[in-house]
C-alpha cells in the first residue's frame, strides 16, 4: 500500500511540473508572437515584414500543435507561413520593397 502511494505521489509531482513547463512554454510563444505582431506593424521593409510575419505563422502552428491539434498546426504552417509567404514575396517583387 505504501509503495503504491509513493509511486501515486512521484507521478503527481511529474505531472505538476509537467504542466508548469507547459504553461512556460505557451507564456513564451504567445509573448514573441505579440513583439512579431508589434514588429510587422512597425518595420518600413515590406520583405522583412514577410520574414517576421512567417515567424509568427510557424509560432502559431506550434501553438496549435501544442494544444493537440495537429491538423490545424499543419494547415497554419502549410498555408500561413508557406502560400501566403510565396504570395507575399511575389507581390513584393512586383512593387517597391520599402514602404512609403
Known amino acids: 500500500m505504501r509503495l503504491r502511494k509513493a509511486n501515486t505521489s512521484i507521478i503527481t509531482m511529474i505531472q505538476k511540473r509537467q504542466v508548469s513547463e507547459l504553461v512556460f512554454i505557451n507564456v513564451v510563444i504567445i509573448v514573441f508572437m505579440i513583439l512579431c505582431a508589434i514588429a510587422v506593424e ?44 510565396i504570395f507575399f514575396i511575389a507581390v513584393i517583387s512586383r512593387t517597391e520593397r520599402y514602404e512609403k
Open 42 to 85: 512597425k518595420t518600413k521593409d515590406l520583405l522583412s515584414a514577410v520574414v517576421i510575419f512567417s515567424a509568427f505563422t510557424l509560432m502559431m502552428s506550434l501553438l496549435w500543435l501544442i494544444l493537440h491539434t495537429p491538423d490545424v498546426a499543419l494547415t497554419e504552417a502549410a498555408i500561413g507561413a508557406g502560400i501566403t509567404c
